[in-house]
């Protein structure tokens, strides 16, 4: 008989991304805190609207909220920032590619951060792999 393996569950996606958190530098940590996380199983109808996709396979994660170095500039905060993680389409991303679900966790949840900070693509680059200061100010 053959033994059924079920997909991660949305709680189990969400303690791969605490672990993948707690792996990025502390200087970074330390600076989202009050981000909230959400583990959903696709993203809502409103996202795929606002970033114009087609499929909700399109998308792994999210921000929402205002940058960091445009929160003083943006007057009382509004709704809380918040960085979903998509738990289908990054299941079929690490079907589709093979990597080790943990990296690829670690790898959305390290994108949508730097979102929070303003970050470009390379800056963000640099911290997954290298976990180096990307030389930005972050104050």
Known sequence: MTETI????????EIMARDAMA?????????????AFSI??????????EMGLESPF????FY??????????AGPPGDLDRIYLYRRPILDYWCETGEELA??????????IGHHFGFSDADM?????AGVDTGR???
């Open 103 to 112: 990296h690829v966790v670690r790898h959305v949840l390290v994108h949508e």
């Open 58 to 61: 399109d998308i792994l994660g």
């Open 23 to 35: 792996s990025i530098p502390e200087i970074l940590r330390a600076k989202t805190q009050g981000i």
């Open 64 to 73: 929402s909220g205002v940058p960091f170095g445009e929160k003083e500039l």
């Open 125 to 129: 680059e640099r911290i997954e792999t």
């Open 6 to 13: 079920l997909p991660p569950s949305l709680d189990q996606i």
């Open 40 to 49: 959903e199983e696709f993203p809502s109808d409103e996202i795929l609207r």
């Open 137 to 139: 100010e972050t104050e």
